[in-house]
């Protein structure tokens, strides 16, 4: 398969186009199709294609080192499928095995319409909106959540879509066995969170819904006039399943207060936009806005942002190791590594225990 692209043959997905969606291709067959890689992603491959009959979108598993259970396209397009009409989400058209016929990915991908807005990935992007249309749109981004929360799964077609019962305890085994296929440098800090966790994991039984996994600021897209931006379309739905909510909320919490965490590690493209000054409310007040739209108060989140803390350091360290392979596509991945460390602390603070040197405490929300 000759790649135009890292990743795609824009030739190959421009002949599957004419000949299984002939309606996207157009009457001329798509010959001058082009694609973009969309850079900001560390995970999943994400491409912009246009010159179809309208502009489209897709997304197949990142180059070389790929986890198990990791990077399942089927999974993805399967919940974005469902969720259409219930949170905002692309519209999808296909998901293809391209294993061994190697015409477009040589993988297994998915393509979905695309959604105009912006992304919110970095400081400078807030720009677009005023103070106040952001703390408007942080009060939608947890109610949207909240929605999500809310939707049964059984009808919207998802009911087997995960296991609940002992979410939480699967997370733990499976992020450990990521993290081990990925260990390529001692971290004692994170192996030390690794087991606080384990010896901490809060009961879920009583909480289960379709959890995204990865829910954050930068995982939507963005659209409306300065005064009054809205979540378009919710992205990035390769972690989600069924489980315990309150994961998406830590994790949501771990990013609307990591900024000074990065800027200390010296780490760019992974804080988002969410910076002092921008009109961004406090974490406790997207909490409040959540619990409002669930109708019900949220508990003590210490172990889940602590778990969230944990998540994306393994997900650091994996493309970490992704990066010393020279298996990555785009820019920042020289420097990601460096913020394994100082997740780990901030996680072991989360659950009140003592770090080496600089490790301080923290509360729950």
């Not at 180059?63 to 949170?87: F, K, N, W, Y």
């Not at 981004?141 to 087997?160: F, S």
Request: aromatic letters at 6%.
């Amino acid at each position: 398969m000759t790649h135009e692209l890292p990743g795609l043959d824009v030739a190959g997905l421009a002949a599957w186009l004419a000949r299984e969606h002939p309606e996207l291709a157009g009457s001329d067959g798509a010959p001058g199709l082009t694609a973009t890689l969309v850079t900001g992603g560390r995970s999943n491959l994400t491409y912009r294609v246009d010159g179809a009959a309208r502009p489209l979108v897709v997304r197949r598993p990142p180059l070389g080192h790929v986890l198990s259970s990791a990077h399942d396209m089927r999974r993805e397009h399967r919940v974005i499928t469902a969720l259409a009409g219930t949170v905002p989400v692309p519209g999808t058209v296909a998901v293809v095995d391209d294993t061994e016929a190697g015409e477009v990915t040589g993988t297994v991908f998915f393509v979905m319409e695309h959604v105009d807005g912006a992304v919110l990935a970095r400081p400078e992007d807030n720009a677009a909106w005023t103070r106040a249309g952001l703390g408007a749109l942080s009060v939608e981004l947890a109610e949207v959540l909240a929605d999500l929360h809310a939707t049964d799964p059984a009808a919207v077609g998802l009911a087997d879509f995960g296991r609940p019962a002992g979410y939480l305890g699967r997370q733990l085994k499976t992020w450990r066995r990521q993290y081990d296929a990925s260990r390529s440098r001692p971290q004692p800090l994170l192996d030390t969170l690794q087991e606080r966790l384990a010896d901490a994991v809060p009961d879920d039984g009583a909480r289960s819904g379709i959890v995204h996994g990865d829910y954050r600021l930068d995982n939507v897209l963005v659209a409306g006039p300065p005064e009054a931006p809205h979540v378009a379309a919710v992205l990035d739905w390769e972690m989600a399943t069924l489980g315990d909510p309150l994961v998406d909320l830590g994790m949501l919490g771990m990013y609307w207060d990591i900024h000074d965490l990065t800027r200390a590690a010296g780490v760019v493209g992974v804080a988002g936009a969410i910076a002092p000054g921008a009109g961004y409310p406090d974490f406790a007040e997207v909490i409040d806005a959540y619990a409002a739209r669930a109708g019900t108060a949220v508990p003590d989140l210490a172990w889940y942002r602590a778990f969230a803390c944990y998540k994306l350091a393994v997900i650091l360290e994996g493309i970490h190791y992704r990066y010393t392979g020279g298996q990555t596509v785009g820019a920042g991945f020289d420097t990601i590594g460096a913020l394994v460390e100082p997740l780990a602390r901030e996680g072991l603070a989360r659950l009140g225990a003592t770090a080496p040197e600089h490790g301080t405490t923290a509360g729950g929300a």
